[in-house]
C-alpha cells in the first residue's frame, strides 16, 4: 500500500480534469489521487476481517452499548436500521461498529456533554455507516471523539448533522492528549453538515497525533471551519504537542461562513485551515463559497504551520482570500517551509500574506 503520509518532494498531480460542480468533483479527483488502490486496499482488509471475526446484531429497540460491553477482540456489531437514543462508549480494542440501512443515532437535542461516541486509548476500532443527528450543548458536543493512545481508528461513511453549541462543539474530534502519540486515524466518505460550532471545528486533529488522512469527505453549511489541524494549543503538551504527518485530499468543502455564528458575527472562517500541524500534505481537495479557501498559520507566538504542501486544489469564490498565510498578527505565530503550487483560484484569487511568512514557495497556480 502506497504512505500517502510519507510524501516528500513528490510531483504534483498532471492531467487531473477540470472538476465539475458538488460532490462528483471530489469523488473525480479521489479516484485520480488514489488510483493505485489504496482505497480498495482499505476495503479489502474490512472484508477479510468480517469473513474471520465473530458478528453480532442489535435490533432497532435494543440497547448498542450492551452489545459493545459483551463484544470480544475482532466482533463486527451490526446495527440494524432504526433510530437509537444512547451515548456509546467503545470499551474494547478490535470492535467494528457498523450502521446498515439507516441506522440513526438521535440524541433529541437535550443537552450533552461530551461525544456521542466516545473512543479513548483503543485500538482497531470502526464506527461505519450511521447518522448521528441533533447533539445539543452542554459542554463541548461532538458525534465522534477519539483521544488518548488510540491508534489504527477509522470513522468512515457517517452523516453528521444538527451538533450545536454558542461555545464549543465538533463533528469529529481526534485530540492526542498523552505521552504516546495517538496514531493512524483514517476519516474517510463522511458526510458533517449543518452544525453551529462556536469557537470549534466541524473536524479537527489537535495535539499529538502522528499520521491520518482526511479523504473523500463532504463538509458544508457550517459556521465555523470546516477541517482544522491543530499544533501548540496544549492538548498534547504531554508529549509532542503538534499534529502531524497528514493527508487531506479529494475533499468537498463549501459555505464555510462565521458571520451568523454569534462568537464572531464577521467572516473568519477557513474551509481547510493548518493551525500550527506540521508535515501535511493538502491535495485535489475542492473548497465553495468560504470566507478563505485554505488558511496556513499558527495563532501563538513562536509556533508556526510548518512542511506543508498546498496542490491540485480548486478554491472558488472566497470571500476574502482564496489561500491565507501567517498570523492575523505580528505577535501570532505564521507558516515557515511551505509550497502551495497547481492549485486552480476562481472568483476570488488572492493569495494574502499575513505576518511570519518564511521560506513559503508560491507558483503555477492558476486563477480565473
Same mark, same amino acid.
Given at each position: 500500500m502506497t504512505d500517502w503520509n510519507s510524501y516528500e518532494g513528490f510531483a504534483p498531480a498532471t492531467g487531473v480534469k477540470a472538476l465539475r460542480d458538488h460532490a462528483h468533483e471530489a469523488r473525480t479527483a479521489l479516484s485520480n489521487v488514489f488510483a493505485d488502490s489504496t482505497l480498495n486496499e482499505i476495503r479489502q482488509g474490512s472484508l477479510e476481517r468480517a469473513q474471520s471475526a465473530s458478528e453480532v446484531h442489535v435490533r432497532a429497540g435494543e440497547s448498542i452499548q450492551r452489545a459493545i460491553d459483551k463484544a470480544q477482540p475482532g466482533t463486527i456489531i451490526n446495527v440494524a436500521e432504526g433510530v437509537y437514543r444512547e451515548k456509546l462508549d467503545i470499551k474494547r480494542d478490535g470492535i467494528t461498529l457498523r450502521g446498515h440501512g439507516r441506522a440513526v443515532i438521535d440524541m433529541g437535542d437535550k443537552p450533552l456533554s461530551g461525544a456521542v461516541i466516545n473512543i479513548s486509548g483503543r485500538r482497531d476500532v470502526t464506527i461505519d455507516g450511521f447518522e448521528i443527528r441533533n447533539v445539543k450543548g452542554g459542554e463541548v458536543p461532538t458525534a465522534i471523539r477519539v483521544d488518548g493512545a488510540s491508534s489504527n481508528i477509522k470513522i468512515i461513511n457517517n452523516d453528521i448533522h444538527g451538533i450545536k453549541s454558542n461555545r464549543n462543539a465538533h463533528g469529529i474530534a481526534v485530540f492526542g492528549d498523552r505521552a504516546q502519540p495517538l496514531r493512524d486515524v483514517l476519516i474517510q466518505d463522511n458526510r458533517v453538515h449543518d452544525l453551529k460550532l462556536g469557537q470549534?471545528?466541524? #473536524?479537527?486533529?489537535?495535539?499529538?497525533?502522528?499520521?491520518?488522512?482526511? &479523504?473523500?469527505?463532504?463538509?458544508?453549511?457550517?459556521?465555523?471551519?470546516? &477541517?482544522?489541524?491543530?499544533?501548540?494549543?496544549?492538548? *498534547?503538551?504531554?508529549? &509532542?504537542?503538534?499534529?502531524?504527518?497528514?493527508?487531506?485530499?479529494?475533499?468537498?468543502?463549501?459555505?464555510?461562513?462565521?458571520?451568523?455564528?454569534?462568537?464572531?458575527n464577521r467572516m473568519s472562517a477557513a474551509g481547510i485551515y493548518v493551525d500550527g500541524g506540521g508535515d501535511i500534505t493538502i491535495r485535489d481537495n475542492v473548497v465553495k463559497n468560504s470566507n478563505y479557501g485554505i488558511e496556513l498559520a499558527s495563532e501563538r507566538k513562536g509556533w508556526a504551520?510548518?512542511?506543508?504542501?498546498?496542490?491540485?486544489?480548486?478554491?472558488?469564490?472566497?470571500?476574502?482570500?482564496?489561500?491565507?498565510?501567517?498570523?492575523?498578527?505580528?505577535?501570532? *505565530?505564521? #507558516?515557515?517551509?511551505?509550497?502551495?503550487?497547481?492549485?486552480?483560484?476562481?472568483?476570488?484569487?488572492? &493569495?494574502?500574506?499575513?505576518?511570519?511568512?518564511?521560506? #513559503?514557495?508560491?507558483?503555477?497556480?492558476?486563477?480565473?
Open positions: 470549534s471545528e466541524a #473536524v479537527v486533529i489537535n495535539g499529538n497525533v502522528e499520521g491520518f488522512k482526511i &479523504i473523500g469527505n463532504t463538509i458544508r453549511d457550517n459556521d465555523n471551519i470546516g &477541517i482544522d489541524i491543530i499544533g501548540g494549543e496544549g492538548v *498534547g503538551r504531554k508529549g &509532542i504537542d503538534r499534529a502531524r504527518k497528514g493527508l487531506i485530499a479529494g475533499n468537498l468543502i463549501s459555505n464555510i461562513d462565521t458571520r451568523k455564528n454569534p462568537t464572531y504551520a510548518t512542511d506543508i504542501r498546498v496542490f491540485g486544489n480548486r478554491i472558488e469564490n472566497s470571500h476574502l482570500a482564496a489561500i491565507s498565510l501567517g498570523g492575523g498578527k505580528a505577535s501570532n *505565530g505564521g #507558516v515557515s517551509n511551505s509550497r502551495i503550487e497547481n492549485n486552480t483560484l476562481t472568483g476570488n484569487t488572492r &493569495i494574502w500574506k499575513q505576518n511570519n511568512v518564511r521560506n #513559503v514557495h508560491i507558483g503555477d497556480n492558476k486563477t480565473f
